[in-house]
């Protein structure tokens, strides 16, 4: 059963609006893909209407009373997000998501600090956004790019980390994998990166949602998310790096308030965290990252991720019931290292195909290879069904998934 009381997650579901609209036929919204984005509380939708409403003006310039507030509000959220991530707010950069983050390290960093020889680490679970940067900035430097293995349950394989490691400048890892929901030992893998001279940039966009993440104590060099995955907007993320290393780094992009002074044959950049901040900022959806971060603080991280506990082995216990008819469920099935993630597929049905049927019936989950298709390729999956959990999903959206699989078995004669 469900740790939390029946009470308090009677209230969390009541905050989300969407999961009282029924569907198009007529049925209750199941919502098991907040691994693609969450959906959000009223509080973040109202937070955006009222700064449109109440104080809509640009930052850092106006020194009129509507252009402060909008500053003092953006500014606030930054502090928020710092404070979640147990960062100084100086360390803390807006983005448009997790890619960018990534990008920018890779652009600002990478092109400055990786050369030819040098080698730069990854994962064989990464997604498009964590591998596709590191291959182009190995075509340009001359780098070689290496990975560390996983099983065939996609759990990583840390036997030859050492000599993975020589010669390496760079690692860059998801903390937990999108597809298969596997938490990275980055406690075993950051020290021993740092030992052999090694920066390490962690892709944190699913795990920030869903468990507690202190970027001090996991000693990160760099750690990217999006606040559209942890019950906030759209288009805002952040990246976290420490301070020495972004003081060294160069801007990513140029432009208005991310100078000090221009002239005309030469510019100087302004202090962190703008100087990686050109143009004019995503106002409104970084306040409302903010409320969405105010949000998850007020139910309690450490509650998110015991909810997520209990969610996730009541979905594997009873998904169980299915494999003699054909259900395969891949990645680790221990609640203690995996996140929110079931990956799975049903016999002979396109993941396509059941996704679409599942969809009849009112349950949203995904299809396809989201976006790790070296994985797929590894591992000889075409694609999967993904059902992913979040802090509003109960132990019936569970057995309205089981019940959709039970329809899906009759319709395909399994």
């Not at 050492?162 to 030992?185: E, F, M, Q, R, Y």
């Amino acid at each position: 059963m469900i740790a939390a009381s029946s009470s308090k997650l009677e209230k969390i579901v009541a905050d989300f609006p969407i999961l009282h609209e029924p569907t198009s036929r007529g049925k209750r919204l199941v919502f098991l893909d907040s691994a693609a984005t969450s959906q959000k509380p009223q509080a973040v939708i109202d937070s955006l209407v009222e700064y449109y409403s109440k104080y809509n003006a640009n930052i850092h310039r106006g020194v009129y009373e509507l252009a402060a507030r909008a500053t003092e509000a953006f500014e606030a959220a930054r502090d928020k997000v710092a404070g979640f991530l147990n960062a100084q707010p100086q360390e803390i950069i807006w983005t448009r998501n997790t890619t960018e983050a990534i990008n920018l390290v890779s652009y600002a960093w990478g092109l400055n600090n990786i050369k030819a020889g040098d080698a730069i680490l990854t994962t064989q679970l990464e997604h498009h956004s964590n591998l596709v940067p590191w291959q182009l900035l190995a075509e340009k430097t001359g780098a070689e790019l290496r990975f560390i293995p996983v099983d065939d349950r996609g759990v990583h394989v840390l036997d030859n980390l050492d000599d993975l490691l020589k010669g390496c400048k760079l690692v860059a890892l998801s903390h937990v994998s999108n597809t298969l929901g596997t938490i990275a030992p980055l406690e075993i893998i950051i020290p021993r990166a740092h030992a052999a001279g090694a920066i390490v940039l962690v892709d944190g966009a699913q795990a920030a949602p869903n468990m507690p993440v202190d970027v001090q104590a996991l000693d990160a060099d760099f750690y990217a998310i999006s606040a559209h995955k942890m019950c906030g907007p759209t288009g805002i993320g952040v990246l976290y790096g420490k301070r020495a290393l972004l003081e060294a780094m160069p801007p990513f992009l140029t432009g208005g308030d991310m100078i000090r002074k221009v002239e005309y044959a030469k510019s100087t950049f302004n202090d962190l965290p703008w100087k990686f901040e050109a143009g004019t900022s995503n106002i409104a959806d970084a306040i409302a990252f903010g409320v969405a971060i105010d949000y998850l603080e007020g139910i309690g991280m450490e509650w998110v991720r015991e909810h997520e506990h209990s969610i996730m082995r009541y979905a594997f216990e009873r998904l169980q019931t299915l494999v003699p008819r054909g259900l395969t469920i891949y990645g680790p099935q221990d609640a203690d290292k995996v996140a929110d993630v079931i990956s799975f597929n049903f016999a002979d049905i396109h993941p396509h195909d059941l996704a679409s049927l599942l969809d009849t019936e009112g349950v949203c989950v995904r299809a396809g290879h989201h976006c790790t298709m070296p994985l797929m390729e590894k591992m000889g999956w075409p694609a999967t069904t993904r059902a992913s959990f979040y802090i509003y999903n109960t132990e019936e959206d569970v057995e309205a998934l089981v019940a959709g699989l039970e329809k899906a078995a009759t319709v395909f004669k399994l």
